[in-house]
């Protein structure tokens, strides 16, 4: 009697935690990971290239690595049914969404969608306006494990209310959908959106260049420096829960490889969401290993889930930290010109103050190994000043270990 009470116990204990793990508040504990259609296929997607991606996830070891989300973006959807419920293109999606859904989970993987707070989509598909309830429903109906919620044709929408609307509506529907804002920063949601979603856009779109702003007629969209410089003052509205999200990723889209490094270091330093934009049916091994830097992805990752803060910047070598957990930092030397930079590393110009994670650096009475994320190897330590060569448009980017 004794051991089936046990047992019992044990059984009841393990789905209470299982049920814990899944509420709402608690799916994005570090920035969320996956990757999403629209940077490489925009409009052009189907259920055989999402079913590709799928397999790839998985072979390629980047769901191992921590890239689980995969998220339709614009253009799966159909029509309204004659009740107002949303269906799949049936071209595109002859199997439907709920079968597909079912793939990606039977490969170990999530499955995010995409709509839109107003009337259509950005892509002219229907937007969720006045059916925020009944497509929440489908969306969990289906399976459903994230939804980035978009901002286009939304005039005489307000932004707080659509937001908690659909939050609202997620939540009642019952499954723990991740909900990411797609707002674009317009209404400033780091200031209000902290119980809304579990990440929010701070920009218009990312452009695929490393410095460069991409002009249209009423709308502009930024490289990665661009970007980056548009994250200044947010770092203390985000935390584990709910996160900056300075747009999906470049990395493998055809920018040069030292770009590219320097971007994916940067969204790691900024514990931006890494939601990977390229296809990764078709990697370099540059590529991927970039993408699969398990060292870098761990600053990205770390569970004090503080932003990195830029601390000093001359002449376009920008110097930035990023406090981790148990004590150690993530150190980068960001270079953003064309030509390569000899830079000395005085520790000691480094002790500070972090307000926002009440962290001090403090070269004088502490010392940290250097380790070098990139290269692997481990560059002394800081009781030296050290010399490096930071090459164009690249960055170093290092752990500093409290010396045992
Ligand atoms: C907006 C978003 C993009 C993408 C497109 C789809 O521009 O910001 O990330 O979702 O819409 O149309």
Request: aromatic residues 12%.
């Amino acid at each position: 009697m004794k051991k089936y009470f046990l047992l019992f116990s044990l059984f009841c204990f393990s789905c209470l935690s299982s049920v814990k793990a899944q509420k709402y508040e608690e799916l994005a504990k570090t920035p969320p990971m996956g990757w999403n259609s629209w940077n490489k296929f925009a409009c052009d997607i189907n259920e055989e290239i999402i079913r590709g991606v799928a397999d790839k996830m998985v072979e390629s070891g980047l769901r191992d690595a921590g890239y689980v989300y995969l998220n339709l973006d614009d253009c799966w959807h159909g029509k309204r049914d004659s009740l107002g419920f949303i269906t799949a293109d049936p071209v595109k999606f002859p199997s439907g969404i709920k079968d597909l859904a079912d793939y990606i989970h039977s490969k170990g993987l999530k499955i995010g969608i995409y709509s839109d707070a107003g009337r259509q989509t950005c892509g002219g598909r229907p937007g969720s306006l006045g059916h925020e309830y009944q497509d929440a429903l489908t969306y969990a109906k289906w399976g459903i494990d994230y939804l980035k919620y978009d901002w286009c044709n939304t005039e005489d929408v307000n932004p707080i209310g659509a937001y908690n609307l659909m939050r609202d509506a997620l939540r009642a529907a019952g499954r723990p959908i991740l909900f990411s804002m797609c707002e674009w920063g317009n209404s400033k949601p780091w200031t209000w959106a902290k119980d809304t979603g579990h990440m929010w856009r701070t920009t218009g779109d990312i452009f695929n260049c490393f410095d460069c702003v991409d002009e249209h007629p009423g709308w502009k969209a930024f490289g990665v420096l661009q970007i980056l410089d548009m994250q200044e003052g947010l770092r203390k509205y985000a935390g584990p829960g709910h996160w900056n999200d300075p747009d999906m990723l470049e990395v493998g889209n055809g920018q040069k490889v030292n770009q590219d490094r320097a971007h994916f270091s940067m969204w790691c330093m900024l514990a931006a969401p890494l939601i990977l934009g390229n296809d990764i049916r078709n990697m370099s091994d540059e590529t991927k290993a970039i993408i699969m830097n398990k060292d870098v992805i761990a600053i990205d990752q770390d569970t004090l889930g503080v932003q990195g803060l830029k601390v000093a910047s001359q002449d376009g070598l920008e110097v930035w930290f990023k406090p981790l957990a148990g004590g150690d930092w993530a150190f980068c030397l960001l270079n953003r010109s064309n030509v390569d930079k000899e830079y000395e590393i005085n520790w000691q110009k480094f002790n500070f103050d972090d307000e926002v994670s009440k962290r001090s650096t403090n070269f004088y009475n502490t010392t940290y190994v250097i380790k070098n994320l990139w290269t692997k190897k481990i560059e002394g330590s800081t009781k030296k000043d050290k010399k490096v060569s930071v090459p164009a448009q690249d960055v170093l980017l290092y752990r500093l270990s409290i010396a045992k």
